[in-house]
């Protein structure tokens, strides 16, 4: 049985999350899990294992797990929270100061606000979750209406169109006129 909903003060009723998170952590979970049994069969049937290889091996497994669990992001009007495994990052997407995209290898759009709180997000978690992109961007454009939003203007144009070109290719996609 499925447990009802119950908004708090730290998940209110109107907040927006990653819908792909919790597949990510179980994938996390998964693979240490796997790195784990695999390597402590291979040094029991090597007959060395002992206190020392299993506590190195479950420290690598944790490693595994920490490396590969993406950060949770939720959105509710006016803030931005990023919650990775030790930290945790809160902006005011309201009172934005700049907005970054770091193209490259390593993707990040980087948000600063007017407290100095910076957060960074792969965009890949906003091609998959709409509602999350666009609560950010509203929040955004109010942010550059009050006049706090000095740079970023243009990255935010740019994410939405890249954006916007992936939705339609995945509508394509999926409707079979690509």
Not at 23 to 42: H, Y
Not at 67 to 92: K, S
């Amino acid at each position: 049985m499925e447990l009802p909903f119950i908004p708090s003060e730290d998940h209110p009723a109107d907040a927006v999350h990653d819908v792909g998170w919790p597949s990510e952590a179980r994938a996390a979970v998964g693979f240490a899990a796997v790195l784990l049994g695999v390597s402590l069969a291979v040094e029991a049937g090597n007959s060395s294992l002992n206190a020392v290889h299993a506590l190195l091996w479950c420290g690598l497994s944790f490693l595994l797990f920490a490396i590969l669990l993406p950060p949770r992001v939720e959105a509710v009007p006016g803030r931005l929270t990023v919650r990775g495994p030790i930290t945790r990052r809160t902006v005011r997407t309201d009172r934005l100061t700049s907005v970054r995209w770091c193209d490259g290898v390593a993707q990040r759009v980087i948000l600063c606000d007017t407290t100095g709180t910076r957060a960074e997000v792969d965009p890949r978690v906003f091609f998959a979750n709409p509602p999350l992109w666009h609560r950010l961007e509203a929040d955004a454009r109010v942010s550059a209406a009050r006049g706090t939003l000095v740079h970023g203007g243009a990255e935010l144009d740019l994410l939405a169109l890249r954006l916007d070109r992936e939705t339609a290719r995945t509508v394509f996609r999926i409707s079979g006129l690509d």
